[in-house]
């Protein structure tokens, strides 16, 4: 597998959890617990985009740090 891919998804696994561990925060602190499900489901579509530009944002700065290193060298 090329390096680059390899390093993207290192990456993007970081960002993933750090996207699950914003999702977590923002659902239990944040947004409180609903009276409907229509509120319950735009409570999780708010959440939903932020962690996932938060999860997203944070592979790519993973990926750059890490491809930053490896141009140095």
Known sequence: MNN????SLK???IGA???VIMSFLMNFFVIP???DNLI???NHAIS???SGFMGGFMGVLMYI???????EK
Request: charge should be positive.
């Open 40 to 42: 319950n489901g735009i």
């Open 65 to 71: 740090k890490i491809a930053g290193k490896k141009k």
């Open 48 to 50: 939903g985009l932020i």
């Open 11 to 13: 990456a993007g696994i």
């Open 33 to 35: 617990f609903p009276t």
């Open 17 to 19: 959890i750090m996207g």
């Open 4 to 7: 680059n891919v390899k390093e």
